[in-house]
Nanobody
Framework: QVQLVESGGGLVQDGGSLRLSCAASGSIYRIIAMGWYRQSPGKWRELVAIITGDSLTNIADSVKGRFTISGDNAKNTVYLQMNSLKPEDTAVYYC???????????????WGQGTQVTVSS
């Protein structure tokens, strides 16, 4: 029903920058929020940043001041600009969208396949 395509991960040196993108497509009546989560080996998946359809944002304390989330409602796309990257930011980053595919559907969460971000020291 809702498909997500992520892009922008890769390998970067300590202090570098990357920009992640996530585009939602398919049957979409309404998007409530779009966000980014990350998971590194042996750790729980954690929220990085989220943006609502009204452009309200919530950023994790661990990345506040370094990461910025933004969205393009017309394109159903969310971006994560990551600056001053640190080795501890290394993880698989997942896009998640809370969306209502049809007016008669409930709101559900949809996950992307994940994109690897590796920060070398």
């Amino acid at each position: 029903q809702v498909q997500l395509v992520e892009s922008g991960g890769g390998l970067v040196q300590d202090g570098g920058s990357l920009r992640l993108s996530c585009a939602a497509s398919g049957s979409i009546y309404r998007i409530i929020a779009m966000g980014w989560y990350r998971q590194s080996p042996g750790k729980w998946r954690e929220l990085v940043a989220i943006i609502t359809g009204d452009s309200l944002t919530n950023i994790a304390d661990s990345v506040k001041g370094r990461f910025t989330i933004s969205g393009d409602n017309a394109k159903n796309t969310v971006y994560l600009q990551m600056n001053s990257l640190k080795p501890e930011d290394t993880a698989v980053y997942y896009c998640k969208v809370d969306a209502q595919p049809k007016i008669t559907d409930r709101v559900d969460g949809y996950w992307g396949q994940g994109t690897q971000v590796t920060v070398s020291s």
